[in-house]
């Protein structure tokens, strides 16, 4: 048997649910500390907009 085409090196992407993705929010909030608030902040952009972490963390405030 001969097999043809292009081998996917993809790989499995993690996702998470949406019930998952709040616990962790209400997790890293249970810490009251200005460093977590930021987190959260990270974290839902990341989640609400698909960037990735890179991506998040390399947002600048233009005025």
Same mark, same amino acid.
């Given at each position: 048997?001969?097999?043809?085409?292009? &081998?996917? %090196?993809?790989? %499995?992407?993690?996702? &998470?649910?949406?019930? !998952?993705?709040?616990?962790? &929010?209400?997790?890293?909030? %249970?810490?009251?500390?200005?460093?977590?608030?930021?987190?959260?902040?990270?974290?839902? &952009?990341?989640?609400?907009?698909?960037?990735?972490?890179? !991506?998040?963390?390399?947002?600048?405030?233009?005025?």
């Amino acid at each position: 048997m001969k097999i043809t085409g292009k &081998i996917s %090196n993809t790989k %499995n992407k993690n996702t &998470i649910t949406e019930k !998952e993705f709040k616990d962790l &929010i209400i997790g890293v909030t %249970n810490n009251k500390t200005q460093r977590y608030r930021s987190y959260a902040i990270a974290l839902k &952009i990341g989640y609400y907009t698909g960037m990735l972490l890179g !991506e998040v963390l390399a947002l600048e405030k233009k005025i």
